[in-house]
């Protein structure tokens, strides 16, 4: 199969291509030529194990790789969760499911993406022999993610940017507590933002990027959309069988990188009702639905903070397909956009979205609700999945455990909130390292390095 740019200024490419460039050259993303129907294979992946699942699907996709090899990679990739479903689903009541994203290594759903992207990476390296260097900028969950995806992993140095003491306590151990020797955590004196435009500017530099095989792993790699698209796959078929047909799935989403996921496996033919979007008070997206209309607005610091988000980078893929895979009109509303921070769409189709909003306030509410309720704990990203104006059957997407947010966890219900792995870390000598928030510091530092 071959992936194509919604910017469709680029040829096609190859599996492995597409992921090596995360991004297309033109600036768009990528996506498969043309979507499978997998409505034949329905019947027999409800019996397969989770991994099982996510080899055959990804076989239809990675067709560059070797049988073998890709069973390896993806086996690999599901050896470190510590429940034996791998995406296990928790029946609240006959109304209400939750399925739980947060049996990875570092606790939240991104592991799913990243420990796969970690072996496809390694595998890569060892055909063609070329090393690589990762570079991202996080405020929190993706730069765990990544340094625990790709730890260890031959021929890949890892450099993670945060803005230093602005990122959880916890959240700072997970990347700075690993003992691994290919993972530099960068603490800048600055915000994410200043992170985010140093490394922008890093990635800029051509010469660079070549002299260290620069790689990003942020969440417009088409392998982590893929990756992601395996759970609903997994989560329709363990649903008991008078409940699947009827319950709209509920993700909490900033970037729309996890709900797009499930859209496009519902386009493949996977049977799913619908979705809603859930935001916290960063709500460009409920706008969006609501509305019709795309609007920037000043990002407003949040207890969920993996969803404070306003550009929704992944808006762009679904953006291809609503706009009837006309790339010309991809270009044109893009460029709209970032020349006016709106865009207003006549006619908007919701496409079987709906959309929900939730503010700090009622994220507080919510934990303590649905502790009282029924007894269970959700982070504060999953609570914006429960907010008011329910009905019918839903199954909310859980992206964290709550034990990664103890503070707020302790606030709404007076309890503490522990995972064995985050208990572990807190004995662990921290490295980290001291930079500039400079293009020039970064790479002087990389160089250094690899
Ligand atoms: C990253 C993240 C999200 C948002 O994911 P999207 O890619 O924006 O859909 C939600 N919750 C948690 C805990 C996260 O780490």
Redesign the pocket.
């Known amino acids: 199969m071959q992936f194509i740019s919604t910017r469709g200024q680029v040829p096609p490419v190859s599996f492995s291509t597409a992921v090596a460039q995360g991004l297309a050259p033109d600036g768009g993303l990528y996506l498969p030529e043309q979507l499978p129907d997998l409505k034949p294979y329905l019947a027999e992946w409800s019996k397969l194990s989770y991994a099982e699942l996510c080899e055959v699907f990804f076989a239809i996709f990675a067709t560059d790789i070797e049988a073998d090899e890709l069973k390896k990679i993806v086996t690999r990739s599901y050896t470190k969760f510590d429940h034996a479903d791998i995406a296990p689903i928790v029946k609240l009541d006959d109304d209400r499911y939750v399925l739980e994203l947060f049996h990875g290594p570092t606790l939240?759903?991104?592991d799913f993406a990243l420990q796969l992207l970690g072996n496809l990476y390694e595998s890569q390296i060892a055909r063609t022999g070329n090393r690589i260097s990762v570079l991202g900028a996080t405020s929190?969950?993706?730069g765990a993610a990544a340094i625990h995806g790709l730890l260890g992993k031959e021929g890949v140095t890892t450099f993670i940017l945060y803005p230093d003491g602005r990122i959880s306590p916890l959240q700072e151990r997970q990347m700075t507590c690993t003992g691994a020797d290919n993972v530099f955590p960068l603490a800048i004196k600055g915000s994410f933002d200043d992170a985010q435009t140093a490394m922008k500017t890093v990635f800029e530099d051509r010469e660079f990027a070549a002299e260290v095989g620069l790689s990003a792993v942020n969440?417009i790699n088409l392998a982590r959309i893929l990756a992601q698209c395996v759970y609903y796959l997994s989560a329709y078929f363990r649903l008991p069988e008078d409940v699947r047909d009827d319950i709209t799935f509920v993700?909490?989403?900033?970037?729309?990188?996890?709900?797009l996921a499930g859209w496009l496996v519902q386009r493949m033919g996977l049977p799913i009702k619908g979705f809603r979007v859930a935001t916290n008070q960063n709500d460009i997206l409920h706008r969006l639905f609501e509305s019709g209309t795309y609007q920037l607005d000043e990002v407003a610091p949040s207890v969920?903070p993996?969803?404070d988000?306003q550009v929704?980078s992944?808006f762009e893929r679904f953006l291809y397909y609503a706009e009837g895979q006309d790339s010309e009109k991809v270009r044109e509303i893009i460029q709209t956009f970032k020349e006016t921070g709106k865009y207003v769409f006549e006619n908007f189709d919701r496409a079987g979205f709906s959309s929900s909003r939730t503010d700090d306030a009622q994220i507080a509410a919510i934990i303590k609700d649905v502790y009282a309720k029924y007894g269970y704990v959700a982070?504060p990203?999953t609570a914006c999945g429960f907010s008011d104006g329910f009905e019918g059957k839903e199954i909310i997407l859980s992206?964290?455990h709550p034990a990664?947010f103890p503070d707020t966890i302790q606030d709404a219900i007076g309890e503490d909130s522990t995972h064995p792995s985050l208990e572990e870390l807190k004995s662990r000598e921290i490295v980290k390292y001291s930079v500039e928030p400079t293009p020039e510091a970064i790479k002087a530092f990389m160089r250094a390095r690899v």
């Open positions: 939240a759903f991104k929190g969950d993706t969440s993700v909490p989403t900033g970037n729309f990188g996890n709900v969920a993996s969803m988000i929704a992944n982070d990203h992206t964290a990664k």
